[in-house]
């Protein structure tokens, strides 16, 4: 095992020994998981962004969800259909990195809004015709929504997220790094608050793997 897998196939793993998997999800704090409401858990991760106590991974590129639609084939009732959803940033995408004790990944704001993207549905009529670009319909994408009081503050749901990845940061690691999540103890999968108003994006619950990419 070579120096750049010991440092990022994840933070159950030191000195290329596989440990055991900690019992909590890694947005929680391993002893006592659930003793942080949700307001103070994106508090402490605002907090640990602003003093910068985190260690960079990288620039966020893209995230994969899981979307849900309703859709009608062959004429038959309308059904709930998944499907798999990216969310891309182009090389835009915000600052990622890793708490110091490895609980929880940090998104550090601000989170500019997702650039537009090539309309999938266009259709050229010549080989070299581009595609028009069009903004990506995050609220298609999304779960649900977290309304707050003062409605200024509302975050979109996306969950379960699957994957991240990001254009490493590191000198040891060029490329890409991929994060890879997977259900928590109690069955939680991750999820990614998103709030464009605020400019801030979190990431909760599941646990996570990292993991360089060639």
């Given amino acids: 095992m070579n120096e750049t897998e010991k440092v990022w196939t994840g933070p159950w793993q030191q000195g290329g020994q596989q440990l055991r998997k900690p019992p909590a999800a890694p947005s929680f704090l ?20 602003r003093r910068q106590e ?20 062959n004429g038959n009732p309308l059904i709930e259909q998944k499907r798999s959803a990216s969310i ?12 110091l ?50 409605g200024l503050s509302d975050f979109l749901i996306f969950q379960p997220v699957h994957q991240l990845l990001l254009i490493s940061r590191q000198e040891s690691c060029k490329g890409f790094i991929s994060v890879r999540f997977e259900a ?9 608050l998103y709030s464009a108003a605020l400019r801030r994006a979190h990431l909760l619950y599941g646990h996570f793997s990292i993991k360089p990419t060639t």
């Fill in 30 to 49: 391993v002893n006592d998981p659930d003793s942080l409401s949700l307001d103070a858990r994106l508090e402490r991760q605002l907090h640990r962004a």
């Fill in 54 to 73: 985190y260690e960079t991974l990288g620039t966020l590129e893209v995230v994969m969800v899981e979307a849900s639609g309703v859709v009608r084939t």
């Fill in 88 to 99: 891309d940033w182009y090389s835009t995408g915000p600052l990622v990195g890793i708490s």
């Fill in 101 to 150: 004790d490895h609980q929880e990944l940090i998104i550090c704001p601000p989170v500019k809004p997702p650039p537009t993207v090539p309309d999938p549905r266009f259709l050229p009529g010549k080989y070299d015709d581009e595609a028009p670009h069009v903004g990506q319909d995050l609220r298609n994408v999304a779960a649900g929504e977290l309304k707050s009081a003062d």
């Fill in 184 to 192: 928590d103890h109690v069955g939680r999968h991750c999820c990614m």
